[in-house]
């Protein structure tokens, strides 16, 4: 159910709950949050089931559960449809129709949009597919205040523009995982030079997008001054990705550091919030 994926996945959610105008009872909060976390793995799982051919092919996924045997491809086909089941009933009976339906489409687009379409079919994979993964603020969001405003929209900003250079970093890293399982990355479709580029453009794009919060009246000068600071040591990584040089054969470290530190960004600018809003 890719845990660690999901931990990113639970705390913007709890963000948007956190930020959102409004209350509910407190069972409802923590219930709400294992909904989005089931759902998450439900999709996750069905997503490994799937891709048990890639997996097994590369260097990054072939220790994940299905390739070593440890758990069948019908096992993580059942467990995922089950625990997707399951949060959907938790999230309609603690919440509210409005989230309920944003998981389920969630859910639904990275199985049937990612998963089984774009990710083998097009270098746009991680563009498009990444607004699952920037949905859960608004789900948050939503389950406490049931309508969708400027905040939790400038969220799903953050996360959908932050998605490309996290994975293309990765993908710099990791281009002959790529490159052997014949997965339309953007460094094998185009060329390593041309993801580095990318990655700096949408990291400025990102810098821009991560100021529309202070827009609204739920975080203030805190939360501008950490964004400032965060966003000097990501614009300062991606430079430095760019200006690196690719050894034949090797992985490119500067990748993975680049990889670490938006993990690290996305975690610390949702925290800003957290913090501003807190003062």
């Known amino acids: 159910m890719k845990p660690r994926v999901m931990s990113l996945v ?12 409004g209350k509910i009872e407190s069972i409802n909060y923590i219930i709400v949050i294992i909904a989005i976390a089931i759902g998450a793995g439900s999709s996750a799982a069905i997503n490994m089931w799937f891709d048990e051919d890639i997996d097994k092919t590369m260097e990054r996924t072939k220790t994940r559960p299905i390739p070593l045997g440890i758990v069948s491809k019908n096992e993580a086909l059942v467990l995922g449809i089950f625990t997707g089941i399951i949060s959907l009933i938790l999230m309609q009976w603690f919440s509210n129709p409005l ?41 948050g969001w939503t389950a406490v205040t049931p309508e969708i405003s400027f905040l939790p929209i400038s969220m799903f900003l953050i996360i959908f523009f932050w998605t490309p250079p996290h994975f293309w970093a990765l993908s710099v890293y990791r281009f002959n995982d790529y490159e052997n399982a014949k997965v339309p990355m953007l460094p094998n479709v185009k060329s390593i030079d041309n993801t580095k580029q990318q990655i700096v453009s949408y990291t400025l794009i990102l810098i821009i997008t991560s100021y529309l919060p202070y827009i609204s009246e739920s975080v203030g000068i805190i939360y501008l001054g950490l964004a400032t600071i965060l966003n000097f040591f990501l614009i300062t990584g991606s430079i430095k990705l760019k200006n690196s040089k690719e050894k034949k054969s090797l992985p490119n470290p500067e990748g993975l550091k680049f990889f670490a530190i938006s993990i690290f960004y996305l975690f610390s600018l949702f925290s800003a919030m957290l913090i501003d809003h807190l003062i």
């Open 10 to 21: 639970i705390f913007t959610a709890f963000v948007g709950m956190f930020l959102a105008p």
């Open 99 to 139: 989230s309920t339906s944003l998981l389920l489409f969630t859910i639904l687009f990275y199985i049937f949009i990612y998963t089984f379409w774009l990710k083998r079919t097009t270098s746009l994979n991680i563009v498009i597919g990444g607004a699952a993964g920037a949905i859960p603020p608004i789900i």
